[in-house]
Each structure stands twice: as C-alpha cells, then as structure tokens.
C-alpha cells in the first residue's frame, strides 16, 4: 500500500509554531515514529507552503497511490483550485486538522476541500495522521 501525507502551509514549523494549539512534536520526528510503526505501508511525506506545489503533487500521484493524507493547513479555508484537484483526481483523500477547528475562529469553520474527500479527522492533535492511515489500511 502506497500512501502520501500532504501538509501545507506553516505545517513545516510543527514543533515550533503554538505549542499550544499544535504540539510541540516536529512532523518528522512524527513521521519516523509512523514509519517504523508501519512497515508494510510505503509511507511518504511532502510539505509545500505553495498552493500550486500541492496542486502539483495531488496531480502527480493522485492516479497512482492508494490513499493521500491531506492537511492543506489555511488553504483549507479559501481554496478552490485545492478542492478541485481532489475532485479531479482518483485516489481518496482523508481530510487531516490537527486541532479542532470548530471550536476556534469561524473563519476555520469552512473547508472547501471536505466535500471532495471520503472523510476528515479533525481535533485528535497530530495522532489525526495515524487514524486517518488506519483508515486506508481497514478500507
Ligand atoms: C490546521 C487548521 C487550519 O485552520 C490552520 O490554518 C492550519 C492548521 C490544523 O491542522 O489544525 O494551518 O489545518
């Protein structure tokens, strides 16, 4: 099984960026504990705080893998070009926010993206990564 988690913007600072909200765990430090908890999943990472690199990305292996794990960080919120990429392409999507976006600014209440995907984890931290590959490997 091949799966991508796709982070978008300022999800490269995670360790950083409010400890509070997001943790203070780096996503790669995540990543390899992923990894190595996962074996027999052919498991890649790509983070862009470009939206047109994520549109490229979503392109480039939305015909090819088994399942995309997307946190498209703020783009979430105001994109279109994003939600009709996942719209275009034929591997599932599974929506990641790391915090609970219903419970802050309303602005963050609104995905574009959630229609198009087969389902969203939001507000179990950075475990939401985890649940969303359990996900792919029990469909
Ligand atoms: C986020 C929530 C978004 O509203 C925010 O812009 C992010 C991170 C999350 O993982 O909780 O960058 O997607």
């Known amino acids: 099984m091949k799966l991508l988690i796709i ?63 997307l946190n498209a960080g703020a783009y979430t919120h105001t994109s279109i070009a994003i939600a009709d990429a996942i719209a275009a392409i034929k591997t599932p999507v599974i929506e990641v926010h790391i915090s609970n976006v219903h419970a802050r600014e309303e602005f963050r209440h609104h995905s574009y993206l959630s229609k198009n995907c087969a389902g969203i984890i939001v507000g179990f931290g950075i475990d939401g990564y985890r649940l969303a590959v359990e996900s792919f490997l029990k469909a």
């Open 7 to 69: 982070n978008g913007p300022n999800l490269n600072l995670l360790g950083k960026r409010e400890p509070e909200i997001y943790g203070s765990l780096t996503f790669e430090q995540y990543f390899d504990e992923l990894k190595i908890k996962y074996p027999i999943i052919d498991l890649e990472y790509f983070q862009s705080n470009i939206e047109g690199e994520l549109i490229n990305k979503l392109h480039e292996v939305g015909f090819l893998y088994d399942g995309i794990i």
